[in-house]
């Protein structure tokens, strides 16, 4: 169930998916959050340089194996824009980080990828639920469907 407050940290991974745009990377940004609604970290894409392991829920996953007791991650609450990948699904479920909220899905951004003709990704695109057994998920929200698919629009067409 999404509610007023997942809605208003589902915004800031969506503003910071456009500062990583902005930013000449891939529209993606992710907030990590305590149990009593504090912004422990948060942070977005920085793959443009060529390291595609830098993804924000990865970043968040090191964060919170570094600076939370495991009964803290477990309470944590992860936001993203995109559902994540594979790589930072394992992550999530190996740091043992709480429940995961996505704007965005993977099946909706293959969609979106394959009608702009962009080349399809070297990993396949699985739900976070194919990863993390018993995984606390929520999304998509669709309330930003419309705004996310225009970023990776944006960014595709950067690089074209």
């Not at 745009?21 to 993606?28: M, S």
């Not at 919170?64 to 594979?86: D, F, I, Q, W």
């Not at 293959?110 to 993390?132: D, H, T």
Request: hydrophobic share 40%; with cysteine.
């Amino acid at each position: 169930m999404i509610s007023k407050t997942d809605l208003i940290y589902l915004r800031r991974c969506v503003d910071l998916a456009r500062t990583a745009l902005e930013k000449g990377d891939q529209p993606f940004g992710s907030v990590l959050v305590s149990a009593d609604g504090e912004v422990l970290a948060e942070d977005h894409n920085h793959v443009a340089g060529g390291d595609h392991t830098q993804h924000p829920e990865f970043a968040l996953a090191r964060f919170a194996a570094a600076n939370l007791t495991p009964e803290e991650r477990k309470k944590a609450t992860v936001y993203t824009s995109g559902e994540h990948c594979p790589m930072c699904a394992a992550a999530h479920g190996w740091v043992g980080l709480g429940r995961i909220v996505y704007a965005s899905s993977s099946k909706q951004l293959v969609q979106w990828m394959e009608e702009m003709g962009a080349p399809k990704s070297p990993v396949r695109n699985l739900s976070i639920q194919e990863l993390i057994r018993d995984a606390d998920v929520d999304g998509p929200v669709l309330d930003f469907a419309d705004e996310i698919r225009e970023l990776h629009r944006e960014a595709y067409l950067k690089e074209g």
